[in-house]
T-cell receptor, first 114, second 112 residues
Framework: NAGVTQTPKFQVLKTGQSMTLQCAQD?????MYWYRQDPGMGLRLIYY???????DKGEVPNGYNVSRLNKREFSLRLESAAPSQTSVYFC?????????????FGDGTRLSIL | AQRVTQPEKLLSVFKGAPVELKCNYS??????LFWYVQYSRQRLQLLLR??SRESIKGFTADLNKGETSFHLKKPFAQEEDSAMYYC??????????????FGKGTLLTVNP
């Protein structure tokens, strides 16, 4: 039972390049989330998917797109990377049948934009 | 709107000393609160949650609705407690959906 798996773990991009961060969970959770973590800013929600087939913007969605490919997978795409998107990205999932369900996190992707 | 405030970015204590990490929240409904911990270069993991009323690794947290607080406490800190701690609030985000709002985190350092 791997939990939440993110790929890649590290990536360096040049400004303007595009890439997709992959996330998969094997816990049969309905909801999935993408966060970015920056020093002094904590975790900020980029996008989330409450259930398969739905996606919604979070606190900082600009410059990103997401796809909920199926119940297991939720990808985050940077169409034209900018240095301000240098961050650590975390994917999470939860069983959202109740508001007291915790989120389970992946190991993160360290992304640097030059 | 929901908001979580962790007033201390950094907290440094000596081994064996008591530690309290502060968390205050703002939410119009009945909140569900969590503490997450992130050890160096590891994933975030759930430490404890309000509804469970449990003690994990010696940590406890009590919800005080009057003061809108959910402070994390441990009577005797250990060096292995050094980590980043995030307080989080689960609130209604529309329909039957809920989402977590995180505080900005407190970096706890326990010195030998």
């Amino acid at each position: 039972n791997a939990g939440v798996t993110q790929t890649p773990k590290f990536q360096v991009l040049k400004t303007g390049q595009s890439m997709t961060l992959q996330c998969a969970q094997d816990m049969n959770h309905n909801s999935m989330y993408w966060y970015r973590q920056d020093p002094g800013m904590g975790l900020r929600l980029i996008y989330y998917s409450a259930s398969e087939g739905t996606t919604d913007k979070g606190e900082v969605p600009n410059g990103y797109n997401v796809s909920r490919l199926n119940k297991r997978e939720f990808s985050l795409r940077l169409e034209s990377a900018a240095p301000s998107q240098t961050s650590v990205y975390f994917c999470a999932s939860s069983d959202n049948r109740g508001f007291n369900q915790p989120q389970h996190f992946g190991d993160g992707t360290r992304l640097s934009i030059l | 709107a929901q908001r979580v405030t962790q007033p201390e970015k950094l907290l440094s204590v000596f081994k064996g000393a008591p530690v309290e990490l502060k968390c205050n929240y703002s939410y119009s409904g009945s909140p569900e609160l969590f503490w997450y911990v992130q050890y160096s270069r590891q994933r975030l993991q759930l430490l404890l949650r309000h509804i469970s009323r449990e003690s994990i690794k010696g940590f406890t947290a009590d919800l005080n609705k009057g003061e809108t607080s959910f402070h994390l406490k441990k009577p005797f800190a250990q060096e292995e407690d050094s980590a980043m701690y995030y307080c989080a609030l689960s609130g209604h985000s529309g329909g039957s959906n809920y989402k977590l709002t995180f505080g900005k985190g407190t970096l706890l350092t326990v010195n030998p």
